[in-house]
């Protein structure tokens, strides 16, 4: 069949080798449910019947490291998360492309070899002024990391794919009725009435300390944990092969002082490279360092105290960190807060009295012939018209209705006239369209997904899978 292959060609050859087929919804939620049990000695999962092998998944993650920069394959090997979520990631793949072909085997659907021979042939990237060259199909082969037999089998695998999902993946028809209506509920407009009470218009007196620890046992402030932090930094042109070389050999001299009892400063600056004390901080409020990126500080609130870290491969260099002290959450001391004690109670007395004042207003709104005092009157959208705090209610409630709506800082008195229709036009309604045909589409193929995890459920062998990963 080789031989008939090299008289052949296809489609643009990125969206085999790269991307295979863009029908990635059928993973959607596949690393959630691909843990379970175990049988056999070299297969690393089950999906349905089918077994996966050690092998296909490291030719898969081989393949897969190889489409990547030299930058984006450091940084999988650089932090042990990202390493983690690249293996599930090329284990998702297998057990999403695996479930098709399985659905695909019990359709009885097959891609003969003249069929794979005929779409070699007609591939744009393994042709020469026309025609279809042994030597360009070789070479790029041979880049793509694919023997000829693989790569007629991801083919075949990605035919057999369109041939189970292009039903899937075709058009959804929507009624006019749905549209007109999904229409008016986007772009009609309503006319309200409104009068707003801020809480600031409402003065209070400076509180007791009996108010303020009454208050506080209601509302008391946690503060959160907070660590102190050091580290060794050797910076260095990561991707320089002799520069990233060098800063490595000096990072495992000072990694070696470390391990021998010396502290990290004077390691630090025994070899050249930069140290940095820095005081406590919680995970919300970091100093302004660049070393602290979010998955540094998720390291270091995850690290136990006084021990340093392994070596740390970064974009700019290698890194230690040692935590130093850690300070547990803990509930504040009523008088170390009493000063912002007395702010928020003031507010909190403020909303109080606003809204009685709110609920006076809303009395004489609902009684016979009663009126509004202070009132606006406005036409809204879904998206102005009014505070943006009145737009979700203005829409929410029925027409005809009065209500108190709580804001930031006020209340609003809130009463509801009438609808008025949009008016029609045909470009948003053609959007809107395509729109719910899309939402339509997403929900036929999210269910399409289920019965897929349903008829063919993923299981991990557990004895394999922690020797390959280490668990």
């Given at each position: 069949m080789l031989e008939y292959l090299r008289n052949a060609s296809e489609k643009p050859v990125a969206k085999i080798l790269i991307s295979i087929l863009a029908f990635s919804f059928v993973g959607w939620g596949v690393a959630e449910w691909i843990f379970g049990g175990t049988v056999?000695?070299?297969?690393?999962?089950?999906?349905?019947?089918?077994?996966?092998?050690?092998?296909?998944?490291?030719?898969?993650?081989?393949?897969?490291?190889?489409?990547?920069?030299?930058?984006?394959?450091?940084?999988?090997?650089?932090?042990?998360?990202?390493?983690?979520?690249?293996?599930?990631?090329?284990?998702?793949?297998?057990?999403?492309?695996?479930?098709?072909?399985?659905?695909?085997?019990?359709?009885?659907?097959?891609?003969?070899?003249?069929?794979?021979?005929?779409?070699?042939?007609?591939?744009?990237?393994f042709q020469v002024n026309g025609k279809f060259s042994t030597v360009a199909f070789d070479n790029i082969l041979n880049n793509s990391g694919y023997s000829e037999a693989e790569f007629a089998n991801v083919l075949r695998?990605?035919?057999?794919?369109?041939?189970?999902?292009?039903?899937?993946?075709?058009?959804?028809?929507?009624?006019?009725?749905?549209?007109?209506?999904?229409?008016?509920?986007?772009?009609?407009?309503?006319?309200?009435?409104?009068?707003t009470v801020?809480?600031?218009?409402?003065?209070?007196?400076?509180?007791?300390?009996?108010?303020?620890?009454?208050?506080?046992?209601?509302?008391?402030?946690?503060?959160?944990?907070t660590r102190a932090v050091s580290y060794?930094?050797?910076?260095?042109?990561?991707?320089?092969?002799?520069?990233?070389?060098?800063?490595?050999?000096?990072?495992?001299?000072?990694?070696d002082d470390i391990i021998a009892g010396e502290t990290m400063k004077d390691a630090a600056k025994k070899h050249g490279a930069k140290y940095v004390s820095l005081k406590s901080f919680d995970r919300d409020h970091r100093p302004v360092d660049t070393l602290l990126t979010d998955s540094m500080v998720t390291k270091i609130f995850d690290m136990e105290p006084q021990l340093e870290s392994e070596m740390i491969e970064t974009k700019n260099g290698f890194v230690?960190?040692?935590?130093?002290?850690?300070?547990?959450?803990?509930?504040?001391?009523?008088?170390?807060?009493?000063?912002?004690?007395?702010?928020?109670?003031?507010?909190?007395e403020q909303k109080k009295q606003a809204y009685v004042h709110a609920n006076e207003l809303l009395v004489n709104l609902n009684k016979k012939g009663g009126s509004l005092a202070n009132k606006k009157v406005a036409t809204v959208s879904r998206a102005e018209g009014a505070p943006a705090e009145l737009l979700v209610p203005a829409f929410r409630n029925k027409i005809g209705q009065n209500s108190i709506e709580n804001g930031t800082d006020s209340f609003y008195i809130l009463s509801i006239k009438k609808a008025t229709a949009p008016k029609v036009e045909q470009r948003k309604m053609d959007n809107l369209r395509k729109e719910l045909q899309n939402m339509s589409a997403t929900g036929?193929?999210?269910?399409?997904?289920?019965?897929?995890?349903?008829?063919?459920?993923?299981?991990?062998?557990?004895?394999?899978?922690?020797?390959?990963?280490?668990?």
């Open positions: 056999g000695d070299n297969t690393v999962m089950h999906i349905g019947k089918a077994d996966i092998s050690v092998q296909q998944y490291n030719s898969e993650k081989s393949r897969e490291l190889a489409l990547m920069t030299r930058e984006q394959q450091r940084a999988v090997y650089a932090d042990a998360e990202a390493q983690n979520d690249f293996s599930q990631q090329v284990l998702t793949k297998i057990a999403t492309q695996q479930m098709v072909h399985n659905h695909a085997n019990e359709l009885g659907f097959a891609v003969s070899e003249k069929r794979i021979a005929q779409e070699i042939r007609d591939f744009p990237d695998g990605q035919i057999l794919r369109s041939m189970v999902l292009g039903s899937v993946s075709a058009p959804v028809s929507v009624s006019e009725f749905a549209v007109q209506a999904a229409y008016n509920a986007r772009y009609g407009k309503r006319d309200i009435e409104y009068t801020k809480f600031a218009d409402f003065k209070v007196s400076e509180p007791t300390d009996k108010q303020l620890q009454e208050f506080y046992k209601q509302n008391p402030q946690t503060l959160p944990e060794v930094f050797i910076e260095t042109d990561m991707s320089q092969p002799d520069k990233y070389d060098a800063g490595y050999a000096t990072a495992v001299k000072i990694e230690f960190v040692r935590v130093d002290e850690v300070k547990p959450a803990h509930t504040a001391e009523f008088d170390t807060v009493k000063k912002s004690l007395t702010n928020d109670w003031k507010k909190a036929l193929q999210e269910d399409f997904n289920s019965f897929l995890k349903r008829e063919y459920p993923v299981k991990i062998n557990e004895k394999v899978y922690n020797r390959v990963f280490g668990k």
